[in-house]
């Protein structure tokens, strides 16, 4: 069964740049990686995905290592409404077989005025 | 922007009853999915379906667990005899494809189902 390991908590400032790796060691071949937000109360929030190198869009960009143990994501430029649970999603094969998504325990950002 | 619904937003009940959480994907989604997560833990994976029938689920998603699409619109979890370990909050969701995570799913507020 994959598992993923990430910081449990981190801290920063407004306007300052974040980086979240979440190391994923037995990932598939034909995995995808998946970040997701989520805010006290409300449903995970789809951020990026990626399978390997470099992934950019309007809110994040996504860093995968050519052996895709780990991935990164890097928050530009912070705000306090960025505060929230981030979580990295890989599947995984259950003991039935079945090949289900895993989210981490995730990290918890906290960024401070 | 269009989003996944879901009613209740809270449900209590009595050990031993059945509950039904109600659920409306996105219009032109066709993979929908049920997940829970019990208070202060992650977010754990229970069901997927398309096609009017289940195409994967978890360890968690045993025999007193159901899903359903009875119209065009609804997507329901049934829970037959619910436990106390069941209070969690459990989140729906809809995507436009399957291939499980390669496409972005789209989740709902959750309801938060309280067993007592």
């Known amino acids: 069964l994959a598992k993923t390991t990430q910081p449990i908590s981190m801290d920063s400032y407004e306007g300052q740049e974040v980086n979240i790796t979440c190391s994923h060691n037995?990932?598939?071949?034909?995995?995808?990686i998946t970040w997701y937000q989520q805010f006290p109360s409300q449903g995970p929030r789809f951020i990026i995905q990626?399978?390997?190198t470099k992934v950019t869009n309007e809110v994040a960009s996504l860093f995968i290592p050519a052996d895709r143990k780990s991935s990164t994501l890097s928050l530009p430029r912070v705000s306090l409404s960025d505060t929230a649970v981030y979580y990295c999603?890989?599947?995984?094969?259950?003991?039935?077989?079945?090949?289900?998504?895993?989210f981490g325990r995730g990290t918890s950002l906290i960024v401070h005025p | 922007e269009p989003e996944v619904t879901q009613t209740p937003s809270h449900q209590v009940t009595q050990m031993g009853q059945e509950v039904i959480l109600r659920c409306v994907p996105i219009?032109?989604?066709?993979?929908f999915y049920w997940y829970r997560q019990i208070l202060g833990q992650k977010v754990e994976f229970l069901v997927s379906?398309?096609?009017?029938?289940?195409?994967?689920k978890s360890e968690i998603f045993d025999d007193q667990f159901s899903v359903e699409r009875p119209d065009g619109s609804n997507f329901t979890l049934k829970i037959r005899s619910t436990k106390l370990e069941d209070s969690a909050m459990y989140f729906c969701?809809?995507?436009?494809?399957?291939?499980?995570?390669?496409?972005?799913?789209?989740f709902g507020p959750g309801t938060r189902l309280t067993v007592t």
């Open positions: 969701a809809s995507s436009e494809a399957g291939q499980l995570l390669r496409y972005e799913q789209y």
């Open positions: 037995n990932i598939a071949t034909n995995d995808y």
């Open positions: 990626g399978y390997k």
């Open positions: 999603l890989v599947g995984a094969q259950a003991s039935g077989g079945s090949y289900i998504p895993t």
């Open positions: 219009s032109n989604h066709l993979y």
């Open positions: 379906f398309y096609n009017n029938e289940i195409s994967e």
